[in-house]
């Protein structure tokens, strides 16, 4: 248990529809990067935010956004679904600089038909 | 650019046999390595992460890591297996961002290791 809670666990849209991921940090940390997780390869790096803004972004178009609220839970929107974004959608948080470790929640597995 | 190459895509050892998993980086500065380890429908877990100091680093499980910067390596060892080893193991190269967090890490494709009774 990583204190990291993410929903819905899995869910199905159609192509055009949109999409909205949620995450609840461990508590105390003000951190939340989301990671998408296709089939067979590594997690890639999608955006983080940090004390409610956005603090980096991976090479993804701007369909997908985010937001971190002021507890520092986070949602990941993804607009105009495409096949290709069907995957696995990881969040997770981090806090002090000296534990060095993200903490990841088990996941949304989204499916695109 | 930052990049991480896991070369064996998928690793199948015997119970008991000692297992090996490599691990190669790209990154432009002193790295941050991480070893996560992930489940069928899980989330990652933390194996063991280098930061700094000691080039052996220990991790949960009997799982270690040796960082060898002449090699650009980070390859996670185990002496022995156990069945309940068999997963998919991520190597991953941190960076952190404004504000001094660990955020974005790059990681491999993984590895899938089977274990054999």
């Known amino acids: 248990e990583t204190g990291v809670t993410q929903s819905p666990t899995h869910l199905i849209k159609t192509r055009g529809q949109q999409v909205t991921l949620r995450c609840s940090s461990q508590s105390g940390h003000n951190t939340v990067s989301w990671y998408q997780q296709a089939l067979g390869q590594g997690p890639q790096f999608i955006f983080q935010?940090?004390?409610?803004?956005?603090?980096g972004r991976g090479n993804f178009p701007p369909r997908f956004s985010g937001l971190q609220f002021p507890n520092y839970s986070s949602e990941l929107n993804v607009n105009a679904l495409e096949l290709d974004d069907s995957a696995l959608y990881l969040c997770?948080?981090?806090?002090?600089?000296?534990?060095?470790?993200?903490?990841f929640g088990e996941g949304s597995r989204l499916t695109v038909l | 650019a930052q990049s991480v190459t896991q070369p064996d895509i998928h690793i199948t050892v015997s119970e008991g046999a000692s297992l090996e998993l490599r691990c190669n980086y790209s990154y432009g500065a002193t790295p941050y390595l991480f070893w996560y380890v992930q489940s069928p429908g899980q989330g990652l877990q933390l194996l063991l992460k280098?930061?700094?100091?000691?080039?052996l680093v220990q991790g949960i499980k009997g799982f270690e890591a040796e960082f060898k910067r002449s090699q650009s390596s980070f390859n996670l060892r185990k002496p022995s297996v156990h069945w309940s080893d068999a997963a998919e193991y991520f190597c991953?190269?941190?960076?952190?961002?404004?504000?001094?967090?660990?955020?974005?890490?790059?990681f491999g494709r993984g590895t899938q290791l089977t274990v054999w009774p």
């Open positions: 991953a190269v941190g960076a952190y961002l404004r504000g001094s967090t660990l955020g974005r890490l790059y």
């Open positions: 935010y940090y004390r409610e803004e956005e603090n």
């Open positions: 280098y930061f700094s100091g000691d080039t």
């Open positions: 997770a948080s981090s806090g002090s600089k000296n534990t060095g470790e993200l903490f």
